[in-house]
């Protein structure tokens, strides 16, 4: 039995060691300027994900991804709606909600692969790419408007035209992935 | 009037791009916007796989002035120490501290802490070359990256540069989780074994378990006793789930005899060990028993065998070999159409159909020889005779099956040829990876270990890429 504990230890350090900078990445946005601490924002998604470890360890990485997107982003929601109950001297009702609104989108996106991402991006209009790569790289808006010699506010509505596409671009993929799920099981 | 919603406010904040009264605003109304909540959802799901996908840092927005592209994140120690020095010279001769020059220039002892002298714990597996960086500490990864937040002295590591001790600042700065900076700084290093291992523990955080094995391979050839490579190559391996290797490796380094390293590399082989043989008796009793399921009486269900495709798959192998008839073979034919459905092709199809098409006057005596090789697979004293027979015989398939289950192929040249043989003429690409596995393991036998942990490293990555249809764990 311990063998299997270690077992399971090492795969679950190896999954935080996969998934963390990436959501660490994504915590730290969501929590700049605010008092929410990014590194607290994650640590919290782990301790959760350590409970469900069983389900999502044989789940493929994007599964995985997604589901540990979905229970940060009702962290971070959460966060929020503390914050706005606190500053009216209300009670934490927001608490009540926890494990709603799981599904839909974290469905979506769990059958999105890397790869078909990657070609999402090739397939988007190459200013819109190039835009979005530059931000998938770190870049902010205004380091990307003097790439492209553009004012920053083009730069905002060229990322947001990016994720639309790249959301159109994905999205049939994903009905047919869907598809393709029900017939073989 | 701008309302949150307009604007493309959400990407605005979700990108740090709002002011901080702006983002606290904005945080406040996602709180009652259903609309805004589940913009944001996929808006993070998204910029999740975009940092999966194109491998960058997501920009970090700590402060609306701060603009750090991830691309300057590997600045030369000088220019580092300089833009402090920039700052805190003038400030330190403002508050009347000259003192500060003078210890800037004072005689150079390396503190410990530069290589976290004081920790208690350690936070990744891999050992460092840098005997400062390597002393034996418990191994503690939930603590993780606590270190990160750690300041780097720089002073100490300024002489360490210009001591062109390299490797040092590298493993100062792998110690606080920068593998970057620690890539970076090996790179100016000169070629020596611990190099190569410093560089395949880079490599190993990064998961590049391929370029860490032959950095590994480089260090050993170097030096073959270099504990910290034996040790990260065990490591490789068993990231790799050759985890019969990886206990060899660990055996190796327990033999050095180190304090701290040998007992807790002689429990970890153990750990393997237990483990792989965990593994194999569940794995033979669930194909054993998925086989008798398929050759039993009673009627079976395809899509409750078919929810353990790799199980299903060895089994569905086990069954054809041993069915004594061709409708018993026929039989077989809708679990073999499930499973392709899953593996893709029609490798199984193929297969079944061609078996139900020989003479089972002939195949029948030898797909019973063969039930009873897999029913009491401790006895082999009557395998030579049926593997004579078998070899003799047309039925190449269940000849292929014995050799596997015996493993006389290991030992004996001619047999292995004959299963290179079949499994080249067959388009299971498991089929293939079975006989290489033999091939190995001769290899293995003979003593050429790092040869064979290549390949058994590049076997293991086509099995896994093979998607769920092969039982990969049993490539060790």
Same mark, same amino acid.
């Not at chain 2, 590591?157 to 920068?178: N, S, T």
């Not at chain 2, 483990?275 to 054993?288: F, G, P, S, Y």
């Not at chain 2, 019973?368 to 090789?373: M, R, W």
């Not at chain 2, 000849?399 to 040249?413: E, I, K, N, Q, R």
């Given at each position: 039995?311990?063998?299997?504990?270690?077992?399971?230890?090492?795969?679950?350090?190896?999954?935080?060691?996969?998934?963390?900078?990436?959501?660490?990445?994504?915590?730290?946005?969501?929590?700049?300027?605010?008092?929410?601490?990014?590194?607290?924002?994650?640590?919290?998604?782990?301790?959760?994900?350590?409970?469900?470890?069983?389900?999502?360890?044989?789940?493929?990485?994007?599964?995985?991804?997604?589901?540990?997107?979905?229970?940060?982003?009702?962290?971070?929601?959460?966060?929020?709606?503390? $914050?706005?109950?606190?500053? %009216?001297?209300? +009670? *934490? !009702?927001?608490?009540?909600?926890?494990?709603? /609104?799981? =599904?839909?989108?974290?469905?979506?996106?769990?059958?999105?692969?890397?790869?078909?991402? $990657?070609?999402?991006?090739? %397939?988007?209009? +190459? *200013? !819109?790419?190039?835009?979005?790569?530059?931000? /998938?790289? =770190?870049?902010?808006?205004?380091?990307?408007?003097?790439?492209?010699?553009?004012?920053?506010?083009?730069?905002?509505?060229?990322?947001?035209?990016?994720?639309?596409?790249?959301?159109?671009?994905?999205?049939?993929?994903?009905?047919?992935?869907?598809?393709?799920?029900?017939?073989?099981? | 009037?701008?309302?949150?919603?307009?604007?493309?406010?959400?990407?605005?904040?979700?990108?740090?791009?709002?002011?901080?009264?702006?983002?606290?605003?904005?945080?406040?109304?996602?709180?009652?916007?259903?609309?805004?909540?589940?913009?944001?959802?996929?808006?993070?799901?998204?910029?999740?796989?975009?940092?999966?996908?194109?491998?960058?840092?997501?920009?970090?927005?700590?402060?609306?002035?701060?603009?750090?592209?991830?691309?300057?994140?590997?600045?030369?120690?000088?220019?580092?120490?300089?833009?402090?020095?920039?700052?805190?010279?003038?400030?330190?001769?403002?508050?009347?501290?000259?003192?500060?020059?003078?210890?800037?220039?004072?005689?150079?002892?390396?503190?410990?802490?530069?290589?976290?002298?004081?920790?208690?714990?350690?936070?990744?597996?891999?050992?460092?070359?840098?005997?400062?960086?390597?002393?034996?500490?418990?191994?503690?990864?939930?603590?993780?990256?606590?270190?990160?937040?750690?300041?780097?002295?720089?002073?100490?590591?300024?002489?360490?540069?210009?001591?062109?001790?390299?490797?040092?600042?590298?493993?100062?700065?792998?110690?606080?989780?920068?593998?970057?900076?620690?890539?970076?700084?090996?790179?100016?290093?000169?070629?020596?074994?611990?190099?190569?291992?410093?560089?395949?523990?880079?490599?190993?955080?990064?998961?590049?378990?391929?370029?860490?094995?032959?950095?590994?391979?480089?260090?050993?050839?170097?030096?073959?006793?270099?504990?910290?490579?034996?040790?990260?190559?065990?490591?490789?391996?068993?990231?790799?789930?050759?985890?019969?290797?990886?206990?060899?490796?660990?055996?190796?380094?327990?033999?050095?005899?180190?304090?701290?390293?040998?007992?807790?590399?002689?429990?970890?082989?153990?750990?393997?060990?237990?483990?792989?043989?965990?593994?194999?008796?569940?794995?033979?009793?669930?194909?054993?028993?998925?086989?008798?399921?398929?050759?039993?009486?009673?009627?079976?269900?395809?899509?409750?065998?078919?929810?353990?495709?790799?199980?299903?798959?060895?089994?569905?192998?086990?069954?054809?070999?041993?069915?004594?008839?061709?409708?018993?073979?026929?039989?077989?034919?809708?679990?073999?159409?499930?499973?392709?459905?899953?593996?893709?092709?029609?490798?199984?199809?193929?297969?079944?159909?061609?078996?139900?098409?020989?003479?089972?006057?002939?195949?029948?005596?030898?797909?019973?020889?063969?039930?009873?090789?897999?029913?009491?697979?401790?006895?082999?004293?009557?395998?030579?005779?049926?593997?004579?027979?078998?070899?003799?015989?047309?039925?190449?398939?269940?000849?292929?099956?014995?050799?596997?289950?015996?493993?006389?192929?290991?030992?004996?040249?001619?047999?292995?040829?004959?299963?290179?043989?079949?499994?080249?003429?067959?388009?299971?690409?498991?089929?293939?990876?079975?006989?290489?596995?033999?091939?190995?393991?001769?290899?293995?036998?003979?003593?050429?270990?790092?040869?064979?942990?290549?390949?058994?490293?590049?076997?293991?990555?086509?099995?896994?890429?093979?998607?769920?249809?092969?039982?990969?764990?049993?490539?060790?």
């Amino acid at each position: 039995m311990a063998n299997l504990f270690n077992r399971e230890r090492r795969r679950y350090e190896a999954f935080i060691r996969q998934h963390r900078p990436s959501l660490l990445g994504l915590a730290r946005r969501l929590s700049a300027r605010s008092s929410l601490e990014a590194e607290d924002l994650v640590q919290e998604t782990f301790e959760r994900a350590m409970n469900e470890f069983e389900a999502l360890k044989d789940r493929t990485d994007a599964a995985a991804a997604a589901w540990l997107c979905t229970t940060m982003t009702n962290r971070f929601l959460d966060y929020c709606r503390r $914050q706005r109950t606190e500053s %009216r001297g209300m +009670p *934490h !009702l927001a608490l009540v909600q926890e494990g709603v /609104a799981q =599904g839909e989108a974290q469905e979506n996106w769990e059958l999105v692969s890397t790869e078909e991402f $990657q070609k999402a991006v090739e %397939r988007l209009k +190459p *200013h !819109l790419r190039d835009a979005y790569r530059l931000h /998938a790289e =770190g870049k902010r808006y205004n380091a990307i408007a003097e790439h492209f010699n553009v004012p920053v506010g083009t730069v905002g509505s060229w990322l947001t035209l990016a994720r639309r596409d790249l959301k159109d671009l994905l999205l049939p993929q994903v009905a047919v992935a869907r598809e393709r799920g029900a017939t073989s099981s | 009037m701008t309302t949150p919603c307009t604007n493309n406010r959400l990407h605005l904040f979700v990108d740090g791009e709002l002011s901080a009264t702006e983002a606290e605003a904005f945080r406040q109304h996602l709180t009652r916007c259903a609309e805004c909540e589940s913009g944001l959802r996929d808006l993070l799901q998204l910029e999740l796989l975009a940092a999966r996908a194109l491998g960058g840092a997501a920009p970090v927005a700590e402060s609306p002035d701060v603009v750090e592209p991830v691309t300057a994140k590997v600045l030369p120690l000088r220019a580092r120490l300089q833009k402090v020095y920039r700052t805190a010279v003038p400030l330190a001769l403002a508050a009347g501290l000259a003192t500060v020059f003078i210890r800037f220039q004072a005689p150079p002892e390396i503190p410990g802490e530069v290589w976290l002298s004081s920790a208690d714990s350690r936070t990744f597996e891999a050992r460092l070359s840098h005997p400062k960086a390597d002393r034996f500490l418990p191994y503690s990864p939930m603590r993780g990256t606590s270190h990160a937040t750690e300041m780097l002295p720089l002073r100490p590591l300024a002489e360490l540069e210009e001591r062109h001790d390299f490797r040092g600042i590298a493993a100062a700065y792998a110690l606080r989780g920068d593998w970057q900076q620690a890539e970076a700084f090996l790179g100016r290093e000169a070629e020596s074994a611990d190099k190569a291992n410093d560089q395949a523990v880079v490599a190993l955080s990064r998961q590049r378990y391929e370029e860490a094995l032959g950095l590994l391979t480089s260090a050993l050839r170097q030096n073959p006793n270099h504990a910290q490579a034996l040790w990260n190559r065990a490591l490789v391996l068993r990231e790799r789930d050759l985890l019969d290797r990886a206990a060899a490796s660990f055996d190796t380094v327990a033999s050095l005899g180190e304090e701290g390293w040998s007992a807790e590399a002689r429990r970890m082989a153990a750990e393997l060990r237990t483990q792989l043989a965990e593994e194999r008796v569940r794995w033979r009793r669930q194909v054993t028993d998925a086989w008798l399921t398929l050759t039993g009486d009673a009627p079976w269900d395809v899509k409750q065998l078919a929810q353990r495709p790799v199980v299903a798959r060895a089994a569905l192998y086990e069954a054809v070999r041993t069915v004594t008839s061709k409708e018993g073979v026929e039989a077989l034919l809708p679990l073999a159409k499930e499973l392709d459905a899953l593996g893709g092709g029609s490798v199984l199809q193929d297969y079944v159909r061609q078996v139900a098409t020989r003479d089972f006057a002939a195949r029948a005596p030898l797909a019973q020889g063969y039930a009873g090789l897999l029913r009491e697979s401790e006895t082999k004293k009557d395998a030579t005779a049926l593997l004579e027979s078998l070899r003799r015989s047309g039925e190449r398939d269940i000849y292929f099956g014995a050799l596997v289950h015996t493993g006389s192929a290991v030992v004996d040249a001619t047999a292995l040829s004959a299963l290179r043989g079949f499994a080249e003429g067959t388009p299971d690409p498991w089929l293939h990876l079975l006989a290489e596995r033999e091939g190995i393991r001769r290899e293995l036998a003979a003593g050429h270990t790092a040869q064979a942990e290549k390949q058994l490293m590049d076997a293991m990555l086509t099995c896994n890429g093979l998607g769920n249809i092969a039982p990969c764990m049993e490539l060790n």
